[in-house]
C-alpha cells in the first residue's frame, strides 16, 4: 500500500498534454487542478500496482478516506466543495479494471468512461470556477470523449494486459489475440471499422464537450479548450493514418501541440457563436447534479 502525498510533478510526469495546457490557467487553479491529477494518479497507481486484484485495496482506501474528516484527500474534497461521491464513481471504474475486462456494449463503454474520466470533468470544474449547473453534463461529456480517445490510442498496450475496452458487439470475430498481434492478425480491415466507429463516437462527445465552454469563466477556459484540442488531435492523427491498426502508439509532439493550440485559437475566440447546442447522447448519471 502506498501513503498518499500531494505529488506536484504528477501532471508533469504523467499528463503530458493537461501539464503543457496548465501553462495557461492562472496558479490558483493550476495548483489545484494538478492536487485533483495526483489524487487520481494515486488511486490509478493502487489500481495497476500488480497484477494482482487490487479490489479490496481500492475499497478499504476510499472508506479510510470517507471516514477521516483529517485525511488530506478528504480535506482536498471539502475545501473546493466536490461531493465525495463522485470520487466513489471513479473507483467504481478502477475496480472493473481488476477483473476480466469485458464491455459489452455502447451503453457499457459510455458508463466505464464516464466513471474513469467523466467523473474528472465533474470534480475539474469548481477547480476551474466553474458554478453553472448546466455545465456539468457538458464536463462530463468532455472526460467521456477523452477517455474514448485513450481508448483508440491503447488498444495494443490494453490487449496485452488483457484488458479490452471495445464493445462486443462491435468486435464480432475479432478476439484478443488479434489485438495482441496486429502484425500478423488476419482482420486488420475490421479492426480499423472498429476504430472508426470509436472515433467517430468520441466527436459526438467533444461536440458536447466544446459547447460547454461558454460556461468556464474567461479567465480559465483558455487553458480547459487546449487541452481538450490537444488531446483530440490524438484521435485526429490516428483518422489521419487511416485508422491504422499496431503496435505503436500514437503521440502528439510538442511542436504539435504548439500548431493545434495556434490553429484553434479563432475558434476559441469565437466559442460563444459556435458548438452551441447540446446533443443528449446517454442517460444522466446518479451524481452529475451534486
Known sequence: MINYHNDPNSLKNYGKSFYWASFFLPNQSKSAATELYSICRYFDDIADNNLSDQSNLLKNEFNNIQNDNNHPIKSFFKKNKIPISVLEDLIKGLLKDQKEVKIKNEFELIEYSYQVAGTVGLMMSPLILVTEKDAKKHAIDL???MQLTNIARDIYEDAKMGRVYLPEEWLGDIDIMDLQNPLTTSKK???????QKLLNLAELYYHNGFSGMKYIPIKTRLGIFFAAKIYREIGQKIKKNGYKYS???????????ALVALISIPEFLFLKYLNNSYNPLRKKFDNEDL
Request: aromatic share 4%; net charge positive; proline share 0%.
Open 143 to 145: 472526460g467521456i470523449a
Open 189 to 195: 480491415l475490421e479492426i480499423k471499422k472498429v476504430i
Open 247 to 257: 503496435s505503436e502508439r500514437t503521440f502528439i509532439s510538442n511542436i504539435n501541440k
